[in-house]
């Protein structure tokens, strides 16, 4: 069973969401637990079927694996029990209490505690929420935590209406919660190991991922989980042993760019030796706490590295990762104006060529240096003002065509498209949408022989659609299945390759995300082109008159 895992937020707190720090005060500094041994305060009743001794001690055990953390000094300590059981009676005299100092770990044993605070039937979803309750951000500082575990899940009774999941599974979920407790929010580290249903490379996944994917290897720090607690508690061979690399995420125009997910990879261990930071994470003018400089939009920073080759990359923060699931510094998650990228040196441009999204530089890292000055610019896939041309088109005239209706409201919006018969296409010229090549829908609309762009619609390269990945690789080319519509409308793609006559496309949407507007003028001509960050493009033009055009719907064969 997948679980969500949540976070409970400070009293009033503007949140960082990021691999990272989760609050951050408006000077751009995380706050931390200055009290030594961070303290907490346990309950004094049962949980579930585990009784108080042995709850106290899971807890203790779960505060334990993050004050093992090698580059980071950090302890707990037990600032003793509650004064009293905590129960859904009298949770309000100790949870979402400042200055009392006490920072409660309150044992829910029924769920009626978080059905309390969520709403009936939320005690069968959700295991519990850890976090800093109480803070101050000038001194940017921690002064109490608290946290809520829900003994529902762990009563010895599994129905429906009661569900069960092992200790080790609970435990798994509390070091991820405790974690939020030292302020550390949600990595995206290893997107997809994490749902690609293969528990063999879960080792890769973080323990600060939003989503409980593998109990058993999340409930260990990775190098990701290390390192974001490491900069807020940073041992001294945090800084002398390891090297950090910063830049900053911009777009095409040279403004920098919130919220893109910055993964630094070395060379020789992709997957585990990999740490990652959304753009911006310490950007937040709006919080109390001081005037942030304008260098912190967009930046990110990368320590913790072991000496080494690194590659640099940026990636959508998936948009399932909302609300309390949320990472990176915007919710919902921004979307990339292009697809995801590498770092690519010299040829490091907003558009391809000469910069290829898929080529990558090395960085060498060496242990107590920064690298600074590593900038992503973004590549940029957009509608040019007018058709491309030396398009592929297809070699039998009729063989494309193209509908389009208003539905009754913009949620039944539709397009259909089919580019059939077309000229030689070989998968090399779909590039590799999987990994880092974009596409983008154009239709351009004439009056008076003089186009303009009636719908734009791009479909990123890589990232999940849902939990499963957006693009899928055959040996014929590559399909695109999108049902959440994101971001505009594309639903699906198919890519197929072949020679002259037997290559093949086809394009679906839907919904509000199209921006469709009808009629269409097609005086003389409606153009459609699906454009790819390679360059590529594939074309058919529908000459008037289209066999059905007006305010509800245009349907047209193509010439």
Known sequence: MRLALALLLALGAPIARAAGPLIVNGAGVPLVWTANPVPFNPDRGNLGAIDNATAVGMVASDFGVWASVPTASIAFGNAGALPVDVTAANFTAYLGQCGDGLSPIIFDTDGSITDDLFGVGASNEILGFAGPECVTYSPPVITEGSAVLNGKFVDGIDTPSNPEVSVADFNAVFVHEFGHYCNLDHSQINLLEAFDGDPSNDDAIATMFPILINPTTMSVPNLDDEVSLSMLYPAPSFASSYGTITGHVLRSDG?????????????????????????????????????????????????????????????????????????????????????????????????????????????????????????????????????????????????????????????????????????????????????????????????????????????????????????????????????????????????????????????????????????????????????????????????????????????????
């Open 255 to 559: 403004t920098p760019f919130q919220g893109a997910y910055v993964i630094a990879r070395k060379v020789d261990d992709p997957r585990i030796t990999a740490v990652g930071m959304a753009s911006g994470a310490y950007y937040f003018p709006g919080a109390p706490g001081g005037t942030p400089d304008p260098d912190l939009q967009g930046r990110y920073v990368l320590p913790g590295l072991p000496p080494g080759s690194y590659t640099v990359e940026i990636e959508q923060i998936d948009p399932i990762f909302t609300d309390g699931s949320s990472i990176g510094p915007l919710d919902p998650p921004a979307t990339l104006p292009g697809p995801p990228e590498f770092w690519n040196g010299a040829n490091e441009a907003s558009t391809f060529p000469p910069d290829d999204p898929s080529e990558a530089v090395a960085i060498a890292v060496a242990g107590g240096t920064t690298t600074t000055g590593i900038d992503i610019v973004m590549n940029t896939l957009v509608c040019p003002a007018t058709p491309l041309t030396g398009c592929k088109r297809p070699i039998v005239p009729g063989s494309s065509s193209l509908q389009l209706r208003k539905g009754t409201t913009p949620d039944r919006d539709s397009l259909k498209w089919k580019w059939q018969r077309g000229a030689a296409t070989s998968t090399s010229d779909f590039g590799n949408p999987v990994a880092g090549t974009g596409y983008q829908l154009c239709l351009y609309d004439e009056t008076a022989g003089t186009p303009t762009t009636a719908l734009a619609a791009m479909a990123p390269a890589g990232g999940l659609c849902g939990t499963r990945p957006c693009w899928r690789a055959s040996s014929s080319g590559f399909s695109y299945a999108d049902r959440n519509l994101t971001p505009d409308g594309i639903s699906r793609i198919d890519l197929r390759a072949g020679a002259d006559g037997a290559a093949r496309i086809g394009v679906k949407g839907k919904g509000a995300n199209l921006g469709l507007t009808l009629p269409l003028a097609d005086d003389p001509t409606v153009v459609l082109q699906l454009l790819n960050a390679y360059g590529t493009c594939w074309e058919a033009r529908f000459p008037a008159p289209a066999l059905a055009s007006d305010p509800t719907r245009f349907k047209a064969v193509g010439d």
